[in-house]
């Protein structure tokens, strides 16, 4: 078993979007034991490398403001739209007292639903586990029937075709996150330069490449589903041992790179409870990656 931290970011590249179906979430939940069966077949999980992702966002948070406001304000804007989107039970179940003053409630982005989905990308399996904002009625009794997951995002106003190019851009984020989740649509909040919400608008995430296609077609659904196929495949070929790797970009880099950061353990991805229980009741060793290389060096590089 190996454990992998990601490190990408930096550049405006499809790389850097489209391995968005990774970060913030782990290949495998560990309280997953219904799924035991594919869990045993599974031999790598890959983690965000947190401490990277907060020096990112502490220099982000130092940049210019856009507008007289700051980064910290408009990460609020978006917290707040989910606030007073969302209700804790059905409508009928909720006092009418909660749902008139949502307005005046503090803003808490703790809460969230957790969606596992069991998919494959090319020939790599994969259970993802991801934040999710809200369910459209309610959850099923029957946790086998699919649940009506909807996503929240906010993005500025679209007043030129510079804007829309911007929005399509970030289209692909929202894609990508809600495609592999299984969340089937995304409510979006399109607001002032003030923060100041001037009309919802409600995408099916089936649709968007689609969307996207017919208007900038800066982005191919296609392209971006290939490459990741691509990539995975190169990531097992590459990782022949056991340790912790680290996955790194450099900042305007072509090249994807795969290291070994600790020959031996698991970092902090695997708790040892999980440990235990995986290998519980088999004599296999859960520090052996069972990877075969068939390439060389040369064919191991990946361009964006």
Not at 217 to 245: M, Q
Not at 259 to 277: K, M, R
Request: glycine share 8%; with cysteine; charged share 25%.
């Amino acid at each position: 078993m190996v454990s992998v931290y990601d490190n990408l970011g930096g550049g405006r590249t499809y790389l850097s979007d489209v391995f968005a179906l990774m970060k913030g979430s782990m290949l495998v939940v560990p309280a997953l034991q219904e799924h035991v069966g594919i869990i045993d077949q599974i031999s790598s999980f890959i983690e965000e490398n947190h401490a990277y992702k907060l020096q990112q966002r502490k220099e982000q948070h130092m940049q210019p403001s856009f507008g007289g406001y700051s980064q910290d304000l408009m990460s609020y804007w978006g917290y707040k739209f989910e606030t007073i989107s969302l209700l804790p039970d059905q409508w009928d179940a909720t006092p009418r007292e909660f749902i008139e003053n949502r307005e005046k409630f503090v803003v808490n982005n703790y809460a969230q639903y957790c969606s596992v989905a069991k998919t494959a990308i090319g020939k790599a399996k994969l259970i993802i586990g991801g934040e999710v904002d809200a369910v459209w009625d309610c959850k099923p009794e029957n946790k086998h029937d699919q649940i009506n997951w909807v996503e929240l995002k906010t993005s500025a106003e679209i007043y030129t075709d510079k804007d829309r190019i911007k929005y399509e851009r970030k289209l692909l984020k929202m894609w990508i996150q809600s495609f592999l989740l299984g969340v089937p649509k995304i409510i979006v909040g399109f607001r002032s330069k003030d923060g100041i919400l001037k009309r919802l608008e409600e995408v099916q995430t089936e649709k968007i490449p689609g969307l996207v296609k017919r208007n900038s077609g800066i982005w191919d659904g296609n392209i971006c589903i290939n490459f990741t196929a691509a990539f995975l495949d190169w990531l097992k070929e590459v990782i022949t041992g056991d340790g912790v790797w680290r996955i790194r970009r450099r900042e305007k880099s072509p090249i994807i790179e795969a290291f070994v950061q600790e020959v031996t353990g698991h970092g902090d991805i695997l708790s040892p409870e999980f440990l235990a229980w995986r290998t519980r009741g088999s004599n296999r060793d859960p520090n052996v990656a069972k990877f075969s290389t068939e390439t060389d060096l040369e064919e191991l590089k990946a361009t964006v």
